[in-house]
Structures are given as C-alpha cells and as structure tokens.
C-alpha cells in the first residue's frame, strides 16, 4: 500500500504516518520527490485494514494499492528517476554512460592498455571480471584478488570508476574493498542468497537480466536489493536465450523500454553479451539509446584474438572507437567506412 502525503503535510505527520506503518506490521519506505512525500507500506503479514484506515489522517491525501509485485522498484513508490552515483558518475541522468573493458582481467598490461583506451576513446567506467562464471569448469576462471588489485589501480590510473562481478556472499566484502560497483551476473540474478547480502552493501549494484528470466523475475530481483535496504541499483539487460542461434543471446531492448516505463531505476543494455558479434554492437548500441537505455557495456580487448574469455564478441580499441564516434548522434546513418571492418568470428 502507498499513503500519499499531501503537498502540505508536516514532518509530524510523516513521522506519525511511519509509526502507524510499523505498527500495523509492515515496513515504511519514505520517498520525498519533488512534489510530495510518500510513504509506501511493504512487507508480507501486516494489517492492511489499519493501512487503509490512515486515508483519514491528518496530513494524508490518499491510500492506494501497489499495483505491481515489485513495489520499491515501481514508479508508483518513486515518482523521480533514480540516479545512480558510482564514485562520481552519474547513471540515469542526462548522458549515456559507456562501461567498457575486458571481459576478464587478465594482466596488468591487458589491463591498463584497454583502460587507457577505452577512456581517450569516451568511455566514463571500466569493466573487467575477477571472478569469471564460466559454462565450462576448465575455462579460465579469473584471476581473483590479484585481479581486483588490478583494477583498483586501472581504476585509480585512468579515473574511471570500476564495476567487477561478484559470484559469491563469500568474496562480496573483499570485493567491496576494491570496486566502486558490483554486478550480479546473468546466472546469478535469482541467487536470493546474494540478492540479500549486497542489500546490505554501500556500493551500488548492477543487476543483469538472468538468460530466461520474465522482465517482472528481473525486476523483482531487483526488489530484493531495495527491500534489503540497497537502492542503488541499475538494471542490465544482455540478451536471454530463444530459438534463434545466428547471434549468442537475443538482446531484448523491448524490454530496455519496458523496464524503464515499470521502473524508476536506470536501465543500461549489453550488446556484447546481447549479440556475441562484434559487428553488430554500433548499430544495437545506437537501437538501446534509441530506446531510452541509460548506458551500455561493452567488452573491450586489447587484442580480442588472444583473450582468454569473450575474445570472439570483443571489440579492439580501435573499433570501439568507432562505435564511440557512431553513438554521439544514435539515429544517423552509418556509412561504410565508419563501420568496423575487422570482425573477429567465433
Ligand atoms: C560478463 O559481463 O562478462 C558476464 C559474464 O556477463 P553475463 O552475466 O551477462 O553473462
Ligand atoms: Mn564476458
């Protein structure tokens, strides 16, 4: 349930209002906005006729249901656009914001090379995986700590704030210690478990959409970070599995578009994972803008030939570029030699 405030209502008021919440058993999440304060009244087991009865206390607009499932993710609870700081930039405000780097850390030299460049080429985050969730056992898992002190100093190098993904509870501290943002792979979006201990984490989260998740599971992952008590979370869409085989996943962007008219949070698309070709990142980077996506991400590989993970979707920094120089205006045609000629096959 949501009680909405009227324009006028005093401190006093809320405060009686976040009483009232807790008595009747729920927990009361208070959102100022622009216009008006609302106090939204979530959790399972509370007396929802003592909610309903606070349309008549002082101070009190109305009292509405919660349309959708996920309650701290919807508009109905956050009527401003959630923007998420990460070490100085902003996502989901005016610009979009690029994420790139390499799918996995894999030397210092790999490293620093494609911070570099990724970052004279436009890019506001680096990327690059530590702990690497690998469909095969005898892939390259990631270097671990020695990866994450790596990026800390790409990061400290180069001034781009670093997102790394955490697999575990068990390294989400030791984590914390290096990154400024921490992303919950596809294949662990519904791994409650996690969900529940980066609620309780000051860094913010990027959550990607599981391979066969429903928009609603995503955003209801999602929920779990805000009712833990974490709202700083962006949602990643990069690509779920369908029939169809000539590209890795199918990006979704539909559901770029849904997400942002279901939710306040920032939405960013991943056209590497999304498609797994590197020739056609430019033009699905420019439909996610199109769509409304607050950034992108996309994996970046000093020489993508000699990668030990995602070489065969990673763009070189020269291509990146391109892509970089196609995005400023996401609705002009591309000529030919604009595009990347080099496309490295799987
Ligand atoms: C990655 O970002 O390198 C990654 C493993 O992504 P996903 O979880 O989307 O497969
Ligand atoms: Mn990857």
Not at 92 to 113: H, K, M
Not at 212 to 230: H, I
Request: with cysteine; charged share 20%; proline share 6%.
């Amino acid at each position: 349930m949501i009680v909405n405030m009227s324009d006028n209502a005093t401190e006093q008021q809320i405060e009686h209002i976040i009483q009232r919440i807790r008595e009747a058993g729920f927990q009361p999440h208070v959102t100022r906005g622009t216009e008006r304060t609302i106090v939204a009244a979530v959790g399972s087991g509370g007396r929802r006729h003592e909610i309903e009865a606070l349309s008549v206390a002082p101070g009190v607009d109305n009292v509405v249901p919660i349309a959708q499932p996920f309650k701290l993710v919807s508009w109905q609870t956050r009527p401003d656009p959630s923007v998420i700081d990460v070490a100085g930039v902003r996502i989901g405000g005016p610009a979009v914001v690029v994420i790139a780097g390499p799918c996995s850390v894999e030397s210092r030299d790999q490293l620093l090379e494609t911070a570099q460049g990724v970052k004279q080429a436009g890019a506001a985050m680096l990327r690059g995986g530590a702990y690497k969730p690998r469909t095969s056992p005898y892939e390259f898992q990631g270097l671990g700590i020695e990866a994450l002190k790596l990026l800390r100093e790409a990061s400290d190098v180069t001034g781009l704030p670093v997102v790394t993904e955490v697999m575990s509870t068990e390294d989400v501290d030791l984590i914390c210690e290096y990154a400024d943002m921490l992303q919950v792979g596809a294949r662990n979006m519904q791994n409650f478990a996690l969900l529940r201990r980066l609620a309780t984490v000051k860094k913010p989260i990027l959550l990607k959409r599981g391979p066969s998740a429903l928009v609603k599971e995503w955003l209801l992952a999602a929920e779990y970070l805000l009712a833990g008590g974490n709202s700083q979370v962006v949602l990643c869409e990069r690509g779920i599995k369908t029939f169809e085989t000539a590209t890795r996943n199918t990006i979704d962007l539909a559901a770029v578009a849904l997400a942002k008219e279901l939710s306040h949070l920032p939405v960013v698309a991943d056209p590497s994972h999304g498609t797994g070709k590197p020739s056609l990142i430019g033009a699905v980077s420019r439909a996610a803008i199109a769509v409304g996506a607050d950034g992108l991400m996309i994996e970046v590989h000093r020489c993508p030939e000699r990668a030990l993970s995602d070489g065969a979707q990673s763009l070189d920094i020269g291509q990146f570029k391109l892509v970089m120089q196609s995005l400023a205006d996401p609705l002009r045609p591309i000529a030919a030699s604009e595009r990347p000629l080099h496309v490295h096959e799987a």
